[in-house]
């Protein structure tokens, strides 16, 4: 999408902007000579997270923006109150504020620390309400027109979004809580909010992390610009344009764009979609919200046995895992990817599980004969996981490698 220049002048807040979509969004803004605030908590680097927000103030000035770096830890009410403060004092005041820093967990009820639960409702929902609160005295003031995108997706009351990961669904829909009502209430002060979120899997060096593999989290991911693009639209829109759960994709096709291999991190190959999308969007993907297309597959005895003589000891070195599948008709089968060239068999395995998968028989052999997308299943409520993430991302590349051969 290309730059206009309708931002240009404008200060645009953005929280968790060192590095991913936030800077990529602060980037694209700079494009057209915007006043940036890098407000993060990362002040020096992290190999395993590059970019800091000295590092992405640099980039932004080189982008031909005017960048100002902040330390603010938004679960801190008196340090966001300060950046704001030192923001509007710098470029004479604030016009947008994307609320773009976000703790994630995915994990079950039994399996989530309290901890974990504290730093994600912290930063996601309370983050987002502080750094609200205390920029719409700012926004109130715009010339333009005040405007809010919280980085969150459309509200759904579907269980199967909130099964897997409770602790984390309850934020991220509180922070399109935050936009929903406060759209309403600030009409009357010219300030319009939003919330963008990506339809696919969008790769960030976090993300990576996540995945515990590079290549993995980039082979079905789209580039986090797709993002900086829609941000950069839905900024430029007229302050009418409010109160909207925007999915990134659809706000480009609105802007006229129908090249999205341009965003692909691997052009070619398919692309995941995310989570708490609407049903529409996963409707004939890999017959996600049918599992009932196993007829003719063998049994899973037989699946298992056919599973063994594909393994060897190169797809054992890349994924060093140990996955345990419970079938909820019961039943329990392995595949031991950790040692030696690899083994199946029925019942449990030697050592204690990386990740555990629990579906029902048609589900699982829907997933390994390449009719179910297991990452598909996993967000739609067919498929329950439990253990490391990243390893279990790892498994559903060996099954595309699979498909055919069941």
Not at 22 to 46: F, H, Y
Not at 194 to 221: C, E, F, H, R
Not at 238 to 265: H, K, M, S, W
Not at 369 to 386: E, N, S, V, W
């Amino acid at each position: 999408m290309l730059n206009t220049g309708k931002l240009a002048g404008r200060t645009i807040f953005i929280t968790g902007a060192s590095r991913g979509i936030g800077k990529e969004i602060a980037l694209k803004c700079a494009k057209d000579g915007a006043n940036i605030v890098v407000a993060a908590k990362t002040a020096t680097a992290n190999p395993k997270l590059p970019g800091t927000i000295y590092t992405a103030a640099e980039e932004i000035e080189k982008a031909g923006g005017k960048a100002l770096a902040v330390v603010m830890d938004v679960r801190d009410e008196a340090n966001v109150k300060a950046c704001v403060e030192q923001a509007a004092d710098k470029f004479g005041g604030i016009d947008a504020l994307i609320n773009n820093a976000s703790a994630i967990n995915l994990t079950a009820t039994e399996d989530t620390e309290i901890k974990r639960y504290d730093l994600m409702h912290q930063v996601n929902v309370r983050g987002t309400f502080i750094a609200s609160k205390l920029c719409i005295p700012f926004l109130k003031q715009s010339k333009v027109g005040g405007k809010i995108i919280n980085n969150s997706p459309p509200l759904s009351m579907n269980p199967r979004w909130f099964a897997p990961h409770v602790a984390y669904t309850m934020t991220k829909f509180g922070m399109s809580m935050c936009a929903l009502g406060m759209a309403e209430e600030l009409k009357k002060d010219n300030i319009a909010v939003n919330t963008l979120w990506p339809k696919t899997s969008i790769y960030t060096a976090a993300t990576a992390m996540l995945a515990g593999d590079d290549k993995v989290a980039q082979a079905n991911s789209r580039k986090p610009s797709i993002m900086a693009d829609a941000a950069y639209a839905i900024l430029s829109k007229p302050n009418t344009f409010t109160g909207n759960f925007c999915i990134d994709e659809e706000v480009l096709r609105g802007e006229g764009i129908t090249d999205f291999d341009q965003y692909a991190c691997v052009p070619g190959n398919e692309i995941m979609l995310d989570f708490f999308l609407p049903d529409k969007y996963y409707e004939g993907q890999n017959n996600v919200l049918d599992t009932s297309g196993a007829t003719g597959a063998p049994s899973l005895e037989r699946l298992f046995d056919k599973i063994k003589g594909l393994l060897n000891e190169e797809l054992v070195s890349k994924t060093k895992g140990v996955f345990v599948f419970q079938i909820k008709e019961g039943g329990e089968f392995f595949i031991d990817m950790k040692n030696g060239a690899g083994a199946t068999g029925k019942g449990a395995p030697a050592e204690k599980a990386d990740v555990t998968f629990v579906a029902n028989e048609d589900a699982m052999l829907s997933m390994f004969t390449g009719k179910l997308k297991p990452t598909a299943a996993f967000m739609t409520g067919k498929l329950k996981i439990k253990g490391d993430m990243g390893k279990a991302m790892k498994l559903e590349k060996l099954m595309s490698q699979m498909k055919g051969k069941m």
